[in-house]
Nanobody, 124 residues
Framework: QVQLVESGGGLVQAGDSLRLSCAAS????????MGWFRQAPGKDRDFVAA????????NYADSVKGRFTISRDNAKNTVYLQMNSLKPEDTAVYYC?????????????????WGKGTLVTVSS
């Protein structure tokens, strides 16, 4: 009942910053916990960051802690991932995901809806 579309990916150099956006459409009047996941070439889809519906509770993977910030603007039906001090190992397709209801989730199996992803490439 909700569609997610990511944007903002691109090619950057190590140390640069990017801001990803996830625009939601459909029945966005409901409450959704949101998250960002990423899948590097040849690897599984891994958790990156999560945020509760209120935006007050967040969780980050250890690999991005202190560098990435997840936020949301419910009035705009949009979730963001600010990525600073990017490293080559951050290169991946980044996916936005949503789960109906309250709480906060950090596993792919816990999410109900997924976007198609946006590619982030970080060169050395």
């Amino acid at each position: 009942q909700v569609q997610l579309v990511e944007s903002g990916g691109g090619l950057v150099q190590a140390g640069d910053s990017l801001r990803l956006s996830c625009a939601a459409s459909g029945r966005t009047n409901s409450n959704y916990a949101m998250g960002w996941f990423r899948q590097a070439p040849g690897k599984d889809r891994d958790f990156v960051a999560a945020i509760s519906w209120s935006g007050l509770n967040t969780n980050y993977a250890d690999s991005v802690k202190g560098r990435f910030t997840i936020s949301r603007d419910n009035a705009k039906n949009t979730v963001y991932l600010q990525m600073n001090s990017l490293k080559p190992e951050d290169t991946a397709v980044y996916y936005c995901a949503a789960r109906r209801g309250g709480g906060i989730y950090t596993t792919t199996g816990g999410m109900d809806y997924w976007g198609k992803g946006t590619l982030v490439t970080v060169s050395s």
